[in-house]
């Protein structure tokens, strides 16, 4: 416990391998404030749905450039291409937010599904020994060169540099992140007809080139969240062999497993920290300017005042609410594309003969911020 002017507040130590083991009990009866030690950086974290969704829509707690960890190894030429929308808030925030959104519906993502049919059919039609390298953390980026319309003769590249921003290779990504840079910049100049940056690209270039390319780098960073999606899915289902049956009895049922996966082993177990811009009371806790908030996703996604069972993982859930992609201004802009790749990718799983041939606990990442497997060797039938 930790104590405040409001009171005691529950500590909870983000280096503890207790927590790094099991995060989804480590939040349980710590209460709607918790204060997350962190090496460098402690912070503040809400474990309430109801508090998590009125936090991240309060213009009191603002994103900033602390937000974000810095990327070292990136050459300075590369940094305007580097402050995302994610980044920003307020009217600037906004106006790139409202160009771009027509490109990320829930219409546009289904539309784009039977596009990834065929890339994830390739992927297993390759030998697969581990779900991770072999087909999880390759697809995204396959399937973003798609969606952007990144020619076919760069695509190797641009899946390798999607491998190094998959596996948080933090040396790796000051070479990665400014061949993705370059890479777009040479699409855009040769004003493509067909892809995301076709679509976006306008004669009264209402985005700029800088912007363009900046958001195919933000693409390319959440983009790689169905990786670590996919990854954790097949650990759940395929340690459960009724969910498994049920699921290819009644396909119709993925879109909410989808959802239920996302609530329940979803990779972000935090939101990116906002700033209090003022002292503020955070319901109870006085939390002075200047310090950081995060909604601690592993507690809100099993909050039982906003989930029925909410420790029952039930991919017949109804109106799973969960807070996976965010709330608020800066809901996840590809959350649609993200959920259809998920999709897409189990679909063709369920269809295949797949045996864990290892524990997925013994692969678990020790990352306090990200839920997510290092490997997973399998077994898989083509």
């Not at 779900?131 to 399937?143: G, T």
């Not at 973003?144 to 760069?154: S, Y």
């Not at 006085?286 to 995060?294: D, F, I, L, N, Y």
């Not at 839920?371 to 399998?378: E, F, G, K, S």
Request: proline residues 9%; glycine residues 8%.
């Amino acid at each position: 416990m930790v104590s405040t002017s409001g009171g005691l507040v529950h500590e909870i130590d983000l280096t503890d391998p207790a927590v790094l083991r099991d995060p989804f009990t480590a939040y349980q009866g710590s209460g709607r404030v918790v204060r997350l030690h962190v090496p460098g950086m402690p912070m503040w974290a809400l474990t309430s749905h109801e508090d998590a969704r009125a936090m991240l829509t309060d213009p009191r707690f603002a994103i900033t450039s602390r937000s974000f960890a810095g990327i070292p190894g990136v050459p300075p030429e590369h940094d305007e291409y580097l402050r995302t929308m994610s980044e920003l808030d307020g009217p600037n925030h906004l106006r790139l937010r409202r160009l771009a959104a027509p490109a990320f519906t829930a219409r546009r993502a289904r539309d784009f599904g039977p596009s990834i049919e065929p890339i994830v059919a390739r992927l297993l039609s390759a030998p697969v020994t581990d779900l991770v390298a072999d087909f999880a953390r390759p697809l995204p980026m396959h399937v973003i060169c798609e969606l952007v319309g990144i020619p076919d003769a760069d695509r190797p590249d641009w899946v390798a540099w999607g491998a190094t921003v998959a596996a948080m290779d933090v040396e790796g990504l000051g070479r990665a992140i400014p061949g993705i840079i370059e890479s777009a910049k040479s699409v855009l100049a040769s004003r493509p007809e067909h892809g995301l940056l076709a679509d976006l690209t306008t004669e009264d270039e209402r985005l700029s080139a800088t912007e363009l390319v900046t958001l195919v780098w933000q693409i390319v960073l959440a983009g790689q969240t169905p990786a670590n999606l996919i990854a954790n899915a097949v650990a759940e289902l395929w340690t459960r062999p009724d969910v498994l049956e049920t699921l290819r009895a009644i396909p119709s049922l993925l879109p909410g497993a989808v959802d239920e996966l996302i609530r329940w082993c979803g990779p972000q177990l935090l939101t990116v920290p906002r700033y209090a811009t003022t002292d503020v009371d955070l319901f109870g806790t006085p939390v002075p300017a200047g310090e950081p908030v995060t909604v601690a996703i592993a507690a809100v996604n099993r909050d039982p005042a906003a989930f029925r069972d909410p420790n029952r993982f039930d991919v017949t859930r109804q109106a799973a609410t969960h807070l996976g992609f965010g709330h608020g201004p800066h809901f996840c802009l590809g959350a649609a594309h993200a959920r259809v790749q998920t999709e897409v990718a189990l679909a063709g799983l369920l269809s295949r003969g797949l045996t864990l041939t290892s524990n997925p606990d013994e692969h678990r990442a020790p990352d306090p911020g990200t839920w997510r497997l290092t490997a997973l060797p399998v077994t898989l039938d083509r």
